[in-house]
């Protein structure tokens, strides 16, 4: 199964993403980006390349996000092939729409919300450009019926976050299963 992440920015998914991977409960499918790591990023989160090596990969669900390009390569969607492991990945909209159609049954979308303020003081942190981020997340928020599952992560609530989303994985899988008999 292939568990896409999609969000509002500063809602967590890359956080939610480290923690499946953490579990053992999806291998990260890692985008290339032409943006600089943040701080505490270990490089495990995205491969960091220059423009060149960006256009040099092709990717193919690929993107511009304030400027910066990110983009998951054919090698990495290959990768997520082998249908016996279930992998995550983190891409925007656009990227998620193209990727549900190449694993159509085989792919969970997951919207991950977070209450305004958190999500205007997280992305404050970030040094990013709040009214422009702003005005993106309600843009976001409209794409939310195309989910298979929405979950809101607030503040000291990732176990909770995590139980639920362990569930519902559960119950898609299932669901899955008995299709294909």
């Known amino acids: 199964m292939l568990i896409i992440l999609v969000d509002p920015s500063g809602a967590g998914k890359s956080t939610i993403e480290s923690e499946l991977h953490k579990r053992?409960?999806?291998s990260r499918l890692?985008?290339?980006?032409?943006?600089?790591?943040?701080?505490?990023?270990?490089g495990e989160e995205y491969c960091f390349v220059s423009s060149k090596e960006f256009i040099a990969v092709n990717p193919i669900a690929r993107t511009t996000y304030d400027g910066e390009r990110y983009g998951l390569s054919l090698e990495e969607i290959n990768r997520a092939g082998d249908r016996s492991k279930d992998?995550?990945?983190?891409?925007d909209w656009k990227g998620a729409m193209e990727l549900r159609k190449v694993?159509?049954?085989?792919a969970f979308l997951v919207f991950v919300d977070a209450p305004d303020e958190q999500l205007v003081r997280r992305i404050k942190e970030r040094g990013?450009?709040?009214?422009r981020r702003i005005a993106r997340i309600?843009?976001?928020r409209n794409c939310i019926m195309n989910c298979n599952f929405v979950t809101v992560n607030s503040d000291g609530d990732l176990e909770k976050v995590m139980?639920?989303?362990?569930?519902?994985?559960?119950?898609?899988?299932?669901?899955?299963?008995?299709?294909g008999d």
Not at 33 to 39: F, H, L, N, P, V
Not at 87 to 91: I, R
Not at 103 to 106: A, Q
Not at 128 to 131: N, P, Q, T, Y
């Open 103 to 106: 694993y159509s049954g085989k």
């Open 30 to 42: 890692r985008s290339h980006t032409t943006r600089s790591r943040r701080a505490g990023e270990s």
């Open 87 to 91: 992998f995550v990945v983190v891409v």
């Open 128 to 131: 990013a450009d709040v009214e």
């Open 138 to 140: 309600h843009k976001d």
């Open 163 to 179: 139980g639920k989303l362990k569930t519902v994985l559960r119950m898609f899988r299932i669901k899955e299963e008995r299709r």
């Open 24 to 26: 053992n409960m999806a």
